[in-house]
């Protein structure tokens, strides 16, 4: 194993970002992680830091639930808005009276996994 960037010096350790074979002057440490010297530092300090942040996926789904509850909450508003305002074709307004409310219980339904995510 060679390093990466200095084909004549025998590699002494792997970056933990990029995986590339490092010579002794090429090698640093960020908080316990291998990482090359003034290309990768940044990239392993940031990873460090979301992985002390801790629950990553836990904060993801509980994002994506809440975006859920939002868009859903929008969607229904704007159908029930559409259909008091769409006065001349009832088709449309009674799809608009039926999916608006539909919309707005998923809303809700989003929201209570949300706040069940957040008391864990
Ligand atoms: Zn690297
Ligand atoms: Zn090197």
Redesign the pocket.
Known sequence: MK????SD?D?VAICQHCGK???????IEVSGKISC?GVCEKEVELLNFIIKKGKPSLQSNEMAFLYLSAMTLIGGLLLLGLGFYEKHIQNIRILCFVAGPISLIFSFYFYKVVKKLREG
Do not use: D, I, V
Not at 21 to 27: G, H
């Open positions: 390093c990466y960037t200095h010096r590699g074979a490092l010579c002794q002057p090429c090698t010297r």
